[in-house]
């Protein structure tokens, strides 16, 4: 458990400084120092304890990593830039998680992982505005459109594989912006204002005052998030290690064998889509009124692209690894002006030399441990 | 409705079809050869596009003023440079992965066409602004009452007519044809008669990727513009085009290229706000075709290995 | 632990806390800068932008200045969605003071509740829309620059005083297209035009065959367009394609040098409005003209250039006269009244708005947009088609 511990302390120091600094030629200095230090890390063999730590004891370094996320949050208490950051790299990967559900474990194609993000967003603007739903609720609601609104796409998703499947999915993200800029009930391209929330009169976006301590608002949201993001990546791990993971997984890996054996391959594929879309929509929810505004051109297939790509890289069916990439992925444009204006182009870049040289991704899947803890 | 002006929708429908055409016909090659989705096809689009108008600018800038001149070098320079990227796809980023799974393919032609569409945006000056294509094509036009019969539109599309016929007759009369209809149909067995499996794919690739080269310009004339967005677009398109038609099918390609193009006119006529909700009609049409008939009209022949 | 080990983490300690602790501000103030610098209206934005940075420039080579002023620039291309995260970034950041933002409409109303979030005092510099200082009164909003009420009803003024009768209107789905053809209607309404269709187009929309094949056979004389230069110029463009005659009448959205280059000679006879003098007939415009080419910038200034330099000298002027904080700019800013500028005397209602009482109208004459008072149309040597 040692090396866990040590490797998300130096993590979260890392991050702080990363997040701190604001001269270019330091984040530069610093994102070369961190590469050398994985890679030194991975020659000298020192990644290998760290490995099995986590694999061993992931409940305590997961209750270890709220802790570490919730320093970095009392760091940087009054920067509300940052703070949205934080936010936003959190419920990116709750979105990458839902996703992983879908592809990474049954290999499901869902190339509009945006647009189910956008509906919740979306129902999330006009509750909010229009009735007094409460707004955790809101959150469970938002996630259950997105879920119904998928199972539209039921039908066509079950019937195709490979690129067939591809275009479904691509097509519903095109006719979804399309259908969001055209529509004047939704806003148009002017796009919706969202509220904020109200949790029993505590204003999620009124500034919380600790005695001559001023903490920014997003402090609420990030509170949230964090909850969100934990019962998430419990769900998943979850899901993973139980019989529903291990049929999901024989899915994905040989859909004719699956069947086979009896497996009810429409009954898992459909779990798999409608759940993986209510947690992308439940992220979107919360993520439409951290922002307060939601607009069509926030859920383009270009924006879909990115969640696939955070998952690319972080690893196909690997949640830790989601968490990283997703840190990465938005982090590091946002520190690196110069960078910024290029940062498409990046990903893109990112996502083929993963694909040629390390599929797997940064924290490749590990091999199923049917006995958690067992040594020969 | 007004004869001339359901004659002009159908004339907007036919040019736009024949451009989606090209596009699905270079999407249904590149399947048939080497089984894979080449995603980054639209964006080549774009890039043959933008070639062309550099082209023009260059030879302008040279001090060449004649029209035809002009013309003629956009379109040769435009299609043999992205006939030219087309191979290089094919060879380096296409060919090594055929042992893999097809999902990652997908995944990196997917990342290509950004790579291409996001260096289009940032290496070009002011990349992000649309940018006028200049005008080469004779404009005079022919009013029949309602509908405008333009030179410029009829010369395109009887052009593009040529151009498909012209691809047809390759694949159909020609020993060339021949060797990649062979490579099509059953690639282990081609080989072993001797066909040159690597030059073969290479060939494919670059006549798929001239023809979207030559629907770039087309658009280019159509819309006297073009921008980094607007191969995104026609791809999706495109493929969705070939789909419908079946994949592997050149005549199901161009079907499905004027299917579509028909689907968005009856949108853009038959509903009340018209224009607007065209692509959403479009779209979830395809959607619907695909949950009735997986693998488009003219099936594929799959055979998996279980 | 050796004691060499213990020195190294002592000072690797004391190095980090070093860069991280945020460093002592120096006599620097921050102002911001939002517009368009990528996308189809670019050039706009990037004449806004250097017209800003024109004012800071003057303002830091003038010795009795208190501080030292650094612009900070960000892109809202026009699009709500990344404007409403330009203006989030920037109201965020506590050491920006003050900001002057936007020339799209579409963006600027996105915006006005992030600035009140926040409590950035913004000066608005190129939008119309009337909402935007209007549907709320939030004493962060200022605006330099006139509505679109003003020019909408000139404009169908001097076209029904021309003698046409029949109009198309096209405009583009956001608010600001919107928003014109709400006022250009009632204000033609008023004056008896008769509108023979409305045709709402995305702002983005490459085709408009669909569109202007209906309009070619609802037969209009004049079709007016409420929206920006990108689909201005494509719509220009079809409509020859379609072998449509009639006016093609505009707003201060096309007043631009991208919508000529973009048509070359189709965009002759196209009508235009805009709020204020032209940039050289302004109390300071030849001042500003002049340091304007001294700095030798890429960009010409465009229709608002002189706006964003107004906009951005009255945020120095009161950060000047206050000092650098937001709370105190605010409550200065509601007290201007007939502030010199080079605009002339600026005054903020109850609003925060601006009054720009006098509207130009402009025609492309020969590639260049003039004055219609000057040109060869008004004085009846050429005509405008379907003139009678």
Not at chain 3, 64 to 76: C, G, N, R, S
Not at chain 3, 102 to 127: E, N, Q
Request: aromatic content about 10%; charged content about 15%.
């Amino acid at each position: 458990m040692l090396p866990g511990v040590v490797a998300q302390a130096l993590a979260t120091l890392y991050l702080i400084t990363l997040l701190a600094v604001e001269r270019q030629l330091l984040i530069i200095g610093l994102l070369g120092l961190a590469v050398i230090a994985v890679l030194g890390a991975y020659w000298l063999g020192w990644l290998d304890p760290v490995n099995r730590s986590f694999a061993d004891r992931e409940d305590v370094l997961g209750v270890l990593a709220l802790v570490a996320a919730c320093a970095v949050a009392a760091f940087f208490h009054d920067n509300h830039f940052l703070l949205l950051l934080i936010v936003t790299v959190v419920l990116y990967t709750v979105a990458t998680l839902g996703l992983n559900i879908q592809f990474g474990y049954a290999g499901v194609l869902n190339f509009a992982g945006a647009s189910f993000f956008g509906i919740g967003a979306y129902t999330s603007a006009v509750l909010n505005a229009h009735s007094a739903v409460p707004p955790l609720l809101v959150l469970l609601i938002g996630g259950l459109i997105a879920a119904l609104v998928g199972s539209l796409l039921l039908l066509p998703v079950l019937r195709t594989r490979g690129h067939y499947a591809a275009l479904v999915t691509i097509a519903f993200a095109l006719l979804l912006k399309a259908f969001l800029e055209v529509n004047d009930v939704l806003g148009g391209p002017q796009g919706l204002q969202v509220k904020g929330m109200t949790i029993r009169g505590w204003a999620f976006n009124d500034n919380i005052e600790l005695g001559n301590v001023e903490l920014s608002f997003y402090m609420n949201y990030l509170v949230l998030s964090l909850a969100l993001l934990a019962v998430a990546f419990i769900l998943v791990r979850r899901l993973e290690r139980s019989w529903i993971g291990l049929n999901l997984d024989a899915l994905r890996l040989d859909e004719t064998a699956a069947s086979c054996f009896g497996l009810n391959i429409v009954r898992w594929k459909i779990t798999a889509f409608t759940l993986g879309n209510f947690l992308i929509g439940i992220a979107g929810a919360l993520f439409g009124m951290v922002g307060g505004f939601v607009a069509p051109n926030n859920y383009t297939f270009a924006d879909s692209l990115i969640l696939v790509s955070i998952l690319l890289l972080g690893g196909v069916g690997s949640p830790w690894g989601s968490v990283v990439a997703a840190a990465i992925v938005i982090v590091v444009p946002e520190k690196l002006q110069t960078i910024q204006e290029y940062r498409f182009l990046l990903y893109a870049v990112m996502v083929i030399a993963v694909l040629l040289f390390r599929p797997e991704g940064l924290l490749p899947r590990p091999a199923r441990n049917y006995f958690p803890g067992w040594r020969p | 409705m007004d004869i001339g002006l359901l004659a002009q929708h159908v004339m907007n429908g036919l040019m736009v079809g024949m451009m989606y055409a090209l596009v699905a016909v270079g999407f249904t090659l590149f399947f048939g050869v080497l089984d894979v989705i080449q995603f980054a096809h639209g964006d080549v689009l774009t890039v043959g596009a933008f070639t062309a108008l550099v082209t023009f600018l260059g030879v302008r800038a040279a001090g060449v003023g004649s029209g035809p001149i002009l013309l003629s070098a956009m379109v040769v320079v435009s299609i043999f440079a992205v006939a030219a990227l087309g191979m290089l796809i094919a060879r380096y980023l296409v060919l090594p992965l055929r042992t893999a799974p097809a999902l990652n393919t997908l995944l990196i032609t997917l990342m290509l066409g950004t790579v291409l569409r996001e260096s289009v945006r940032l290496f070009y000056p002011q990349g992000a602004n649309p940018k006028p294509f200049p005008a080469l094509l004779p404009t005079n036009s022919i009013n029949i009452g309602n509908f405008n019969l333009r030179l410029d539109n009829t010369i395109m599309l009887a052009a593009g007519v040529m151009v498909i016929i012209g691809v047809e007759l390759l694949l159909n009369r020609t020993k060339l044809g021949l060797a990649i209809r062979a490579v099509a149909q059953d690639e282990e067995t081609a080989r072993t008669m001797g066909i040159n499996f690597l030059a073969i794919v290479l060939v494919a690739f670059a006549i798929g990727s001239g023809l979207a080269a030559f629907a770039g310009i087309m658009n280019g004339f159509y819309y006297n513009e073009v921008n980094f967005g607007m191969g995104l677009y026609l791809g999706v398109i495109g493929f969705a085009a070939a789909i419908i038609g079946g994949l592997g099918s050149i005549y199901g390609a161009i079907l499905g290229g004027f299917l579509f193009a028909a689907l968005q006119t009856v949108g853009t006529v038959a509903l009340p706000f018209g224009s607007a909700y065209k692509d959403v009609f479009a779209f979830a049409v395809i959607i619907i075709f695909m949950a009735w008939r997986p693998t488009g009209l003219i099936q594929e022949k799959i055979s998996e290995r279980v | 632990m050796t004691r060499a080990l213990k020195a190294a983490m002592a000072i690797l300690a004391v190095a980090w806390l070093a860069a991280v602790v945020p460093a002592e501000a120096k006599d620097k103030v921050k102002v911001g800068f939002i517009g368009p610098l990528t996308g189809g209206v670019s050039a706009n934005g990037l004449g806004g932008r250097n017209s800003a940075d024109l004012a800071v420039r003057l303002r830091n080579a003038d010795p009795k200045a208190k501080y030292e002023y650094e612009l900070v620039v960000l892109d809202d291309e026009c699009k709500p969605n990344v404007a409403v995260q330009a203006a989030t970034k920037m109201a965020a950041e506590r050491d920006i003071v003050a900001a002057a933002t936007h020339y799209c409409s579409s963006t600027a109303i996105a915006t006005v509740d992030v600035y009140h979030r926040f409590g950035l005092p913004v000066v608005v510099w190129g939008a119309v829309l009337p909402d935007i200082t209007y549907r709320n009164k939030y004493p962060e909003v200022h605006r330099v620059n006139g509505t679109m009420i003003n020019q909408n009803d000139t404009n169908a003024e001097l076209l029904t005083k021309l003698g046409y009768k029949t109009f198309a209107v096209i405009h583009d789905t956001t608010d600001y297209g919107k928003g014109h053809n709400e006022y250009f209607s009632a204000a033609l309404a008023k004056r008896g035009g008769k509108i023979v269709g409305t045709f709402g187009v995305g702002s983005d929309q490459q085709d408009f065959t669909a569109e202007l094949t209906q309009i070619k056979a609802l037969n209009p004389e004049v079709i007016y367009f409420g929206g920006l230069t990108p689909i201005g110029v494509r719509i220009r463009a079809q409509m020859d394609k379609l072998g449509i005659k009639a006016v093609f009448d505009g707003t201060s959205g096309i007043v631009s040098d991208a919508y000529i280059q973009g048509l070359g000679a189709l965009a002759e006879g196209t009508l235009a409005f805009r709020e204020g003098a032209p940039t050289d007939k302004l109390p300071g415009g030849k001042f500003f003209m002049e340091k304007y080419a001294a700095q030798k910038y890429d960009n010409p200034p465009e229709a608002y250039g002189a706006f964003a330099y107004a906009a951005m000298d009255l945020i120095l002027d009161s950060i000047e006269k206050v000092g650098p904080d937001r709370r105190r700019v605010i409550e200065d800013m509601a007290k201007v009244e007939n502030r010199d500028s080079i605009i002339g005397k600026i005054t903020f209602d109850d609003h925060g708005q601006n009054t720009v009482s006098l509207i130009t109208k402009y025609v492309v004459q020969d590639g260049k947009w003039v004055v219609w008072e000057d040109s060869e149309y008004a004085s009846g040597k050429r005509k405008l088609p379907r003139q009678k």
